[in-house]
């Protein structure tokens, strides 16, 4: 009986130290990259498209290329439905496995605020591009977070200035009226330090007006606007709460030119159906166009679409900016390998530097087919947001149009609000400020 013991032990422990073997040799061929997504729920048409971005792209990295110099990209999604205890599951399961995550694009704000004080503990990023906490792009508190390309604050102070630009200068906002119509979440409520200091300097009256989620109930809130006739509504909403805004602007009279939405509202699938009731409608978005340009779309034409994988969000803004998501993902994991090792499997720790010195400058993005769709980007210790580049759309009742130049948001307003509240946040959470001169 002992000796039958010993020999199933010994059998396990060679089992075991064959897994761990097993492990550690796929970990070097593939990279893993999981991905929170949310195809139920109330925000279902945002994340839809939007998971098929950041798949899509994935798929064209592998076959395409290969993986990235040779390490092919693992990947697999997680439904959290946008709620945060299922985000937090996901990120619980998913982050040790397959050799260790290469980083989480969150995919919401309540997750990231849940994850974050987690990440400098398992050492993994939190990739959060156009979202997240605004004051995670000052690096030297937040080590893990990547709030890319830009923040709500970002979006805030660069609705402003196009309304500015509208009304002949920033001085003539004095005595106007902006109201700010938002999901009553973190998400929704993201915007507002910037724009009451915006509103202090300027003399504009902010008015706020909290919905309830899932927000298809906003009579009394547009009853409350045609009282108070704001001269600016700015919409931070997602999925279901979208059109149900424009209808009920529709019906209070208030015109949909004067209306301003937060990217994540700014998608085909948020104004087709309701075709000229939004007819004027504005949002931003943090790259060029919603429009299907560029080599990479050609390239997904040859490579992934041409295997009778095309989704029918494909082209759409928020598919677009999936993709962009995950570009930044794999560029990351690209600048790690140039200073790691070269076409070998990276650490969670090592990606993180990556992504904290990233360098997209405009002959990388014509390289990747991205040129037609973004600026230059550049991250250091100091700086984990990049560049900020914005612009405005508008809706013609059958597809976006841009209709400004390139904006940049105003750091006069948005440095001391990151300073600031980066402090705050590291006081609170007792976090050792790094010193970014001495980073390598």
Not at 287 to 293: A, D, F, I, K, L
Request: aromatic share 10%; glycine share 8%; hydrophobic share 35%.
């Amino acid at each position: 009986m002992k000796l039958r013991m010993k020999a199933l032990a010994a059998t396990m422990a060679v089992g075991t130290l064959f897994g761990a073997f097993a492990a550690q040799a796929q970990a070097a061929d593939e990279q893993y990259i999981p991905l929170f997504t949310y195809r139920t729920g109330s925000f279902a048409p945002l994340g839809i498209p939007w998971a098929d971005g950041k798949i899509d792209y994935l798929r064209l990295v592998n076959e395409r290329d290969g993986g990235v110099n040779g390490v092919r990209l693992k990947f697999e999604e997680c439904e959290t439905a946008y709620a945060t205890d299922r985000g937090v599951e996901c990120y619980e399961r998913m982050k040790h496995a397959n050799g260790g995550a290469s980083g989480f694009d969150s995919q919401s704000t309540g997750i990231t605020f849940a994850v974050s004080d987690k990440a400098p503990i398992d050492k993994v990023s939190i990739e959060t591009v156009g979202y997240g906490l605004s004051q995670s792009a000052d690096g030297s508190v937040f080590k893990w977070n990547f709030p890319l390309l830009g923040t709500y604050w970002t979006a805030a102070d660069v609705m402003i200035q196009d309304i500015a630009k509208k009304e002949g200068g920033l001085e003539n906002l004095k005595g106007k009226k902006i109201a700010l119509v938002y999901h009553d979440s973190p998400y929704g409520k993201e915007p507002i330090p910037l724009l009451r200091a915006r509103a202090e300097a300027h003399g504009f009256e902010l008015i706020l007006y909290p919905v309830t989620a899932p927000g298809v109930e906003q009579k009394s809130t547009w009853l409350a606007i045609r009282q108070q006739r704001p001269n600016y509504v700015l919409l931070w909403s997602a999925g279901i709460m979208t059109p149900t805004s424009i209808r009920e602007a529709q019906s209070t009279g208030f015109p949909r030119d004067k209306m301003y939405s937060i990217w994540w509202a700014g998608s085909e699938h948020d104004v087709k159906d309701l075709g000229q009731v939004a007819k004027g409608y504005n949002t931003i978005t943090i790259h060029n166009t919603g429009e299907p340009v560029g080599k990479v779309y050609d390239d997904l034409q040859t490579h992934v679409y041409a295997k009778g994988t095309k989704p029918d969000t494909s082209g759409s803004a928020a598919y677009t900016r999936g993709m962009v998501i995950s570009m930044l993902q794999v560029e990351a994991i690209r600048a790690a390998q140039e200073k790691f090792g070269k076409g070998q499997h990276m650490t969670s720790e090592q990606v993180r530097w990556g992504f904290e010195n990233l360098n997209l400058t405009e002959e990388r993005l014509k390289e990747l087919g991205f040129d037609q769709i973004l600026r230059p980007v550049k991250t250091s210790c100091e700086n984990h947001m990049g560049d900020d580049w914005a612009r405005i759309m508008q809706w013609d009742g059958s597809k976006w149009n841009v209709t400004s130049d390139w904006y940049q948001s105003d750091k006069a307003f948005i440095d001391p609000l990151v300073k600031a509240e980066a402090a705050k946040y590291a006081s609170e959470k007792k976090i050792e400020v790094r010193d970014c001169s001495k980073e390598q």
